[in-house]
């Protein structure tokens, strides 16, 4: 994969749509940067990195063989991309927590950003924004952030990380279609972080419920069956898992 390396930007994802905007390529695409001055997390949240410390980087994927409405495929597929590759690294206790933060021993050690660009009803291109936390050992006033180094100790060298994680996108996305839908979805969820035990969630209006996660959807959307023995399917912004 052909990879861009710069120094500091404001957000790979927001200079890879730009630059696949400017002029579209038919091949993946990488951009990693050293330091992002703007990284952007999900549920419009800012993703500070310490710059040289960890990964941020995004995939440009062109034409992705998935549709628009089963655009959380590729979500999932990512996910899973990273635990396999960080599961060779013998990073402890991998799951994702919905929609697609990854987990290690309770502790978020990574998060991803999807943006797509739509072209007449059909996906043009997949900008697959990752952030790993890598060697950074001081997360000030985020107690569930963690990294590789904390957790096994070890150095790592973020080209020999990279590397890896590429390899893995590159391989398991040369499967990546509707018609293998289930198969993705199944190692999904097979890692879903609190599936099948009692968690506590928060709504959008601030509320707090227990419930227990039952399923995701091809549509990304998560159904929860809450105390009161109802089953309840929300989208990202309608509730964020406590845990
Ligand atoms: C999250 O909120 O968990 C998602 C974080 C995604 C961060 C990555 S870092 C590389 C890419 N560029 C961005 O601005 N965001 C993503």
Redesign the pocket.
Known sequence: MRIIKVDAI?????Y?RELFRRDPFEKAVCIV?KE?L??????G?H?N?RPGQN????VVLPKPQVSLSHQFLLSAAVATSLVRTLRLLHIPRLKLKWP??IMAANY?I????IENSVSEGVLAASIL???LNVNQTDFGNLPSASSLKLLTGQHYVLEEILDKVLGQIEKDFKEISDSNEATIMEAYKKKLFRKGVASTFQRADKSFFTGIIEDVSLEGLLTVRTESGTQEVFDLKEVRLCF
Request: aromatic share 6%.
């Open positions: 404001d957000s790979t994802n927001s890879a940067a992002q703007k990284g952007r997390g999900q549920r949240t993703w990195s990964l941020t980087f995004s697609n933060d978020k990574g998060g991803i950003l924004g990752i952030g």
